[in-house]
T-cell receptor, first 116, second 110 residues
């Protein structure tokens, strides 16, 4: 069974640009959540999707958005990039239903974004 | 005060030693996760707990809901156990979000 796949793995952008990151969950998993990891703030929850609906959102500005498609693949977008957006962006999928993140999490390898 | 506190922040031990990493939290939770992150970024879920104790190989995780505390133990530690161990809690009220501890960097010396 294939794991969680994130693309691209590495990318470099400049301030003001936008970026879209993709996450393909484990087959059969309908819950996808996104996280930002920086040396200063550690891991922080961005948002979670279940069956194409955003169920929860962390404390990030509106420049951070996401969506989930009918095949459970998810994308997150960051517009008007700032230097502080440089981070490792991780997604995780879960088979949990109902209280979706009450299920075990399976993480992708992450997308490492550098903003210059 | 952070909602999730881990201790110690860094731990260096000799191969074979018994390791304990602690996690304390201040909110009501529905579940607690222990995660392992190796250099390069990949995160592996080790345990998800809502009560009691779980064991997988040389790893044991316990949780005391009343005391809002969890521990991760590693028996017969090995250099391949060297990683960052992260505790994360899923709150059981309002916006059910996952909140992470700052991690414990474990180094096992051969």
């Amino acid at each position: 069974k294939a794991g969680v796949t994130q693309t691209p793995r590495y990318l470099i952008k400049t301030r003001g640009q936008q970026v879209t990151l993709s996450c393909s969950p484990i087959s059969g998993h309908r819950s996808v959540s996104w996280y930002q990891q920086t040396p200063g703030q550690g891991l922080q929850f961005l948002f979670e999707y279940f069956s194409e609906t955003q169920r929860n959102k962390g404390n990030f500005p509106g420049r951070f958005s996401g969506r989930q498609f009918s095949n459970s693949r998810s994308e997150m977008n960051v517009s008007t990039l700032e230097l502080g957006d440089s981070a490792l962006y991780l997604c995780a999928s879960s088979s949990g239903t109902g209280r979706v993140r009450a299920g075990e999490l399976f993480f992708g390898e992450g997308s490492r974004l550098t903003v210059l | 005060k952070n909602e999730v506190e881990q201790s110690p922040q860094n731990l260096t031990a000799q191969e074979g030693e018994f390791i304990t990493i602690n996690c304390s939290y201040s909110v009501g939770i529905s579940a607690l996760h222990w995660l392992q992150q190796h250099p390069g970024g990949g995160i592996v879920s080790l345990f998800m707990l809502s009560s009691g104790k779980k064991k997988h190989g040389r790893l044991i995780a316990t949780i005391n809901i009343q005391e809002k505390h969890s521990s991760l133990h590693i028996t017969a530690s090995h250099p391949r156990d060297s990683a960052v161990y992260i505790c994360a809690v899923l709150s059981n009220f309002g916006n059910e979000k996952l909140t992470f501890g700052t991690g414990t960097r474990l180094t096992i010396i051969p």
